[in-house]
C-alpha cells in the first residue's frame, strides 16, 4: 500500500525502531533518523512531564541540525503511550505529545477515538500495535492511520500469531500502512516482510544491540551471546506473554521455563512497582529480547548498522528478481 504523505520520499529502508522501554532515548531515535529510519521511543522512559518535554524538545533541534546538515528533512520520529487506565500520567502525556506535534503516536493497550482525534487536528499519524485480527478490528474502529501487526516471536510483550496469518487477515480488512514485529533481525527480513504484504518492518531487539541505546552493556552482551533456544515466553513476569532471555530470568530467581520457584515472586515484584514509570521494575532487571536474537553478533552504531540492513535489503530484493527470472512466464503474459 502507499505510505503516508510524512513517510514518503524519506525513509532510506522501509523500517521502524521500535519504542523499547528503558533503552530508548534521544540519542537513539535521532541516530535512527540520520541514518534513514524511523526512531522512537516510550513516553514512560521519562519519569517527568518536564523530563519528557526536554526529551521532545532535544529530539526537534537534532531533527533541525540534521536537515540543516544534509540539505533535506530526516524521516519523522514517534512516540509511543500506553492507552490504558493504569496509566496515571497519559493526559499529561498527550498534551506534551500535541505541543510538540510529534509526527507519528504509537499507542498500546487500547484504541481510543479520541485520541486519534486529537492527533490529527495537529496533522500527526497514529499507529496501533495489534496481536489478532479482533484488535485490528478495533483500532480501525477507531480511525486510526496504521496498524502494526505483532506477530510470535516479538521481544517483549509477543502475538503468537504466525506473520503470515496476521498480515493475510489484516490485509482483507484494512488498506492503511501495516507494520510487521516479531523476530526479524536482517534486511533480508525486511524485504520478506513486504513480500508478505507489510509496508514497514518494525524491529526493536535488533536495536538494543547497538552503542546509542540505553540499555547497560551486560545486557547488550547477553544479546551477542543468546540463540533462538535461548528465549523463553512467560506471563509470570508482568501478566502478559512477553519473550525474555532464559539467563536473564534465572539471575532473578526464574526457573528457565519462565515459571517463579518461589509462588510469592510475582507479588514481590509487583510490590515493587515504580508508580512514576507506572511498569513494574521487573523490566529493569529482567532482560526481553525477540526469537531473532540469534542474528545480533556485535554491537554497532546505529549507521552502521543501517549501512549493513540496507546492504541486505538491496541484495534480498536482486536475489528475489533473479528467482523470478527462473520462472516460466504464463501464456498471455509475453
Known sequence: MPLPDLLTGCLRLPMIAAPMFLASGPALVLACCRAGIVGSFPAKNQRT??????????????????EAETGRPPPPYAVNLIVHRSNADLEDEIEM??????????????????????VHEYGGLVFHDVINLRHARKAIGAGVDGLIAVAAGAGGH?????????????????????????AMSSGGDVAAAQVMGADLAYLGTRFIGTAECLSPDDYKAMLVDSHLGDIVETDTVSGVNANFIAASLASAGYSTDGTAPEADIAGELAEAHDAERNRPTAWRDIWSAGHGVGGITDIPTVAQLVDRLAAEYHAALAAQQQRLATLRVPAGDG
Open 49 to 66: 512531564r518536564a523530563g519528557l518535554d526536554a526529551w521532545l524538545a532535544e529530539i526537534a533541534e537534532g531533527l533541525a541540525a540534521i
Open 158 to 182: 509477543t502475538g503468537r500469531a504466525s506473520p503470515f496469518a496476521l498480515i493475510n487477515e489484516i490485509r482483507q480488512e484494512f488498506d492503511g500502512t501495516l507494520m510487521l514485529s516479531g
Open 97 to 118: 505529545v500535541i505541543r510538540h506535534r510529534v509526527p507519528i503516536v504509537i499507542t498500546s493497550l487500547g484504541a481510543v477515538p479520541e485520541l486519534v482525534a486529537r
